[in-house]
């Protein structure tokens, strides 16, 4: 009975040992949580969830602090995929904070632009190019369409268009065929 | 010298309605009143460098490569570029695509040119020739050839070159004709292909449904440089996929995610070899190919047909039969129904199918999948369609990705033994597209918030550098608030006061100072 308990005292001992070792040793410096929820963020870093960037979201689910369907740009599909990461509901968008949109670019009229570099100052993801008092233009494959140069234009000069399609980005639909009524 | 074959798994025997083009020898087809030359018509697309009113002359380059996977592009006669605009492409879209419209003036007038002693070059020279001359794959999937003939980085050489002449899909004949007809020209197109590639032996899968062609590649065989076998194939759909082919002839079993060069093998159609031989032999860019135009036509047969020429015009040679409803582009496998008849000739169209219901009928409803089989072991490329029917419906295309949905060449063999008749192709057609677009987007995403980490970053150190700035400057103004004060030793407390008072209004100078610096840097 003693030498069993003695036994087993002694391998809880070193196992514990070992396990402490192990979680120092392999300690994991940053989140992962956090990560991955913003690779599964569209990164349009549009800040419509009322955070300022896709990464400060990211951080506020990791934390618990914010919903799941906070973000427009992800859409159903977004809010899909996090409820699975997440293991929590699905739930519909919030509609506070926007609806899905198709995928869309600023386009700025350059005959309009006065030069003000607000709209650069604005751009999250520094796809405006142009100097005071130059035209600005942006840099429609670098666009996220996050809109948030739209407000401080003082011209009104900037509008959102969606993205055209090409042979390039065009995509077979899918195939819609009636089954046929069994006799 | 009876080669040992091999064969893939699966694979069809359907009609092959070859007897109807394979007839009659290659005719020149006439000049159409107007060419319309897209400038997409490889992987790449191709910058014009003509204007608008320019005239062109015949094999005049009109559209620069751009890009790694581009090839150039060629006015097909001489004449005036009439229009650079956005005209229907041949795609199963539909959709529109930059295009050079030129108007013939009849006379055909070549530019000078400029043949090229091939063993005279480097081969980084010659592939320059070829990217400049627009040599893609004419098999039909038009990839640009001088991709194809660039060797590894550690300079291993490609041991086989295997020149692709199965032509396994039903009703196409043009390899078959220019292998008749053009044999000697193939040939030394090949001994070109197998100088870049240093290859050592040289096979010519034929399908055996194809004497003469066999016949006549076999005559030019004896006389090749390098050990040349020409291969009759069993004819077995498809055979002319590029991993089937090689399979067949070489035993070599192609995985995911590898090319041919990897195992020591380069894959070429011999209407690729033919054009190699005159972009560099005779100094003649790509801008005609022969063309099969059957079906339901009273004329079947194959015609050299420049670059540009609008389909109608060339179905109308053939005279097609009242009831045709719609025209392919490509066999009835893997080819698509044309969105209208005036989209042009391009370097992939290999065939133009005139349907009717009579020999194409109407696709009868589906019926639910009985997971019977059948199409797996239909499948070339050994996968299993019923499963990646039932994800790419489901739109689980995780799951169709670990199902390999990507190894699909869509040859269709599935869907055509399909007891249900379910149009599997086009349910792997859907789900790749979604993929294809969502890996897109996820590379854009990858590419913003990389972007959005470096801006913030440098927010961040301009906030500090400003933060650093003021700093400073509040202890200058400190120090010489001190140094005043020294100065004045023990002064009377009114001094101090004085003293003070003209510190801080330094301070405020020296921060209007660094405000004006910091509007300056901006």
């Known amino acids: 009975m003693l030498t069993a308990l003695l036994v087993m005292c002694g391998v809880a001992l070193?196992?514990?040992?070992?396990?402490?070792?192990?979680?120092?040793?392999?300690?994991?410096?940053?989140?992962?949580?956090?990560?991955?929820?913003?690779?599964?963020?569209?990164?349009?870093?549009?800040?419509?969830?009322?955070?300022?960037?896709?990464?400060?979201?990211?951080?506020?689910?990791?934390?618990g602090e914010a919903a799941i369907n906070l973000c427009p740009p992800g859409g159903e599909e977004g809010i899909r995929k996090l409820a699975d990461l997440l293991g929590r509901e699905a739930?519909?968008?919030?509609?506070?904070?926007?609806?899905?949109?198709?995928?869309?670019?600023?386009?700025?009229?350059?005959?309009?632009?006065?030069?003000?570099?607000?709209?650069?100052?604005?751009?999250?993801?520094?796809?405006?190019?142009?100097?005071?008092?130059?035209?600005?233009?942006?840099?429609?494959?670098?666009?996220?369409?996050?809109?948030?140069?739209?407000?401080?234009?003082?011209?009104?000069?900037?509008?959102?268009?969606?993205l055209p399609e090409s042979v390039e980005t065009w995509k077979w639909a899918y195939p819609r065929t009636g089954l046929r009524r069994a006799a | 010298?009876?080669?040992?074959?091999?064969?893939?798994?699966?694979?069809?025997?359907?009609?092959?309605?070859?007897?109807?083009?394979?007839?009659?020898?290659?005719?020149?087809?006439?000049?159409?009143?107007?060419?319309?030359?897209?400038?997409?018509?490889?992987?790449?697309?191709?910058?014009?460098?003509?204007?608008?009113?320019?005239?062109?002359?015949?094999?005049?380059?009109?559209?620069n490569a751009e890009g790694p996977f581009a090839a150039?592009?060629?006015?097909?006669?001489?004449?005036?570029?009439?229009?650079?605009?956005?005209?229907?492409?041949?795609?199963?879209?539909?959709?529109?695509?930059?295009?050079?419209?030129?108007?013939?003036?009849?006379?055909?007038?070549?530019?000078?040119?400029?043949?090229?002693?091939?063993?005279?070059?480097?081969?980084?020279?010659?592939?320059?020739?070829?990217?400049?001359?627009?040599?893609?794959?004419?098999?039909?999937?038009?990839?640009p050839s001088h991709v194809k003939l660039r060797r590894g980085g550690a300079g291993e050489c490609c041991g086989t070159l295997v020149i692709n002449g199965a032509e396994c899909e039903p009703w196409i004949t043009c390899d078959d004709r220019l292998m008749r007809e053009r044999a000697n020209e193939i040939a030394r197109g090949i001994a070109i292909l197998a100088h870049l590639l240093q290859a050592r032996r040289v096979l010519i899968g034929i399908e055996d449904n194809k004497p003469e062609a066999i016949a006549a590649m076999c005559d030019t065989a004896a006389g090749a440089e390098v050990l040349t076998r020409v291969v009759p194939v069993p004819t077995l759909y498809p055979t002319g996929g590029e991993k089937q082919l090689i399979d067949i002839l070489t035993g070599i079993e192609i995985p995911y995610g590898k090319l041919g060069p990897d195992f020591g093998v380069q894959c070429f159609n011999v209407a690729t070899a033919h054009a190699v031989w005159r972009a560099l032999e005779l100094g003649e860019p790509v801008i005609s190919r022969v063309v099969t135009v059957t079906g339901n036509v009273e004329r079947p047969g194959n015609l050299e047909v420049l670059l540009g020429t609008p389909v109608r015009e060339l179905l109308a040679l053939a005279a097609p039969r009242p009831d045709t409803d719609r025209i392919l582009m490509g066999g009835p496998m893997m080819g698509f129904a044309l969105p209208e008849d005036s989209v042009p000739v391009v370097k992939a169209t290999n065939c133009i199918l005139a349907?009717?219901?009579?020999?194409?009928?109407?696709?009868?409803?589906?019926?639910?999948?009985?997971?019977?089989?059948?199409?797996?072991?239909?499948?070339?490329?050994?996968?299993?369609?019923?499963?990646?029917?039932?994800?790419?419906?489901?739109?689980?295309?995780?799951?169709?990705?670990?199902?390999?949905?990507?190894?699909?060449?869509?040859?269709?063999?599935?869907?055509?033994?399909?007891?249900?008749?379910?149009?599997?192709?086009?349910?792997?057609r859907y789900a790749k597209a979604e993929i294809r677009e969502?890996?897109?987007?996820?590379?854009?995403?990858?590419?913003?918030?990389?972007?959005?980490?470096?801006?913030?970053?440098?927010?961040?150190?301009?906030?500090?550098?400003?933060?650093?700035?003021?700093?400073a400057a509040a202890a200058r103004a400190r120090e010489a608030a001190a140094r005043l004060a020294a100065a004045a030793g023990a002064s009377a407390p009114e001094q101090e006061v004085g003293a003070v008072k003209k510190a801080l209004v330094e301070a405020a100078v020296e921060r209007v100072r660094a405000a004006q610096e910091r509007a300056q840097e901006r």
């Not at chain 1, 402490?20 to 989140?31: P, Q, T």
């Not at chain 2, 980084?124 to 004419?138: C, I």
């Not at chain 2, 589906?366 to 994800?391: H, I, K, S, T």
């Not at chain 2, 470096?454 to 650093?468: F, G, I, M």
């Open chain 1, 91 to 162: 739930q519909p968008l919030d509609a506070e904070h926007g609806v899905e949109k198709p995928r869309q670019v600023a386009v700025i009229d350059e005959n309009a632009c006065i030069g003000c570099v607000l709209c650069i100052q604005a751009c999250p993801v520094d796809a405006i190019v142009g100097a005071t008092r130059q035209m600005h233009t942006v840099i429609a494959s670098l666009c996220t369409g996050c809109e948030l140069c739209v407000p401080p234009c003082p011209v009104d000069c900037i509008s959102m268009r969606p």
């Open chain 2, 1 to 63: 010298m009876k080669a040992q074959l091999f064969r893939f798994r699966g694979g069809i025997e359907p009609e092959a309605h070859k007897d109807a083009s394979a007839g009659a020898p290659i005719a020149p087809s006439p000049l159409p009143p107007l060419l319309v030359v897209p400038l997409r018509q490889a992987a790449g697309t191709s910058a014009p460098r003509v204007r608008v009113g320019e005239h062109v002359l015949k094999g005049e380059r009109i559209g």
């Open chain 2, 355 to 428: 349907a009717s219901e009579r020999l194409f009928p109407a696709h009868p409803p589906e019926m639910p999948c009985v997971r019977c089989g059948r199409c797996a072991a239909a499948c070339p490329e050994r996968l299993q369609p019923f499963d990646l029917y039932w994800f790419a419906r489901s739109r689980n295309f995780g799951k169709c990705q670990e199902y390999s949905i990507f190894d699909c060449i869509e040859c269709g063999c599935c869907a055509y033994v399909c007891p249900s008749q379910i149009r599997l192709v086009d349910y792997y």
């Open chain 2, 438 to 471: 969502r890996e897109r987007n996820t590379a854009a995403a990858d590419a913003a918030r990389r972007r959005f980490e470096l801006r913030t970053a440098r927010l961040e150190r301009d906030a500090a550098l400003k933060a650093e700035r003021l700093a």
């Open chain 2, 72 to 143: 150039a592009v060629h006015a097909p006669t001489s004449g005036t570029v009439r229009a650079i605009e956005m005209r229907t492409l041949p795609h199963p879209s539909g959709m529109g695509g930059l295009c050079v419209v030129i108007e013939p003036d009849g006379e055909e007038r070549w530019i000078e040119r400029d043949p090229v002693e091939v063993r005279a070059l480097s081969a980084e020279r010659l592939r320059e020739r070829l990217r400049d001359a627009g040599v893609v794959g004419l098999g039909g999937a038009a990839f």
């Open chain 1, 14 to 63: 070193v196992l514990g040992a070992a396990l402490g070792y192990a979680s120092l040793r392999f300690k994991v410096e940053a989140d992962p949580l956090v990560e991955k929820i913003d690779a599964l963020l569209p990164q349009t870093q549009c800040g419509q969830c009322g955070y300022p960037g896709c990464r400060p979201y990211a951080q506020a689910i990791a934390d």
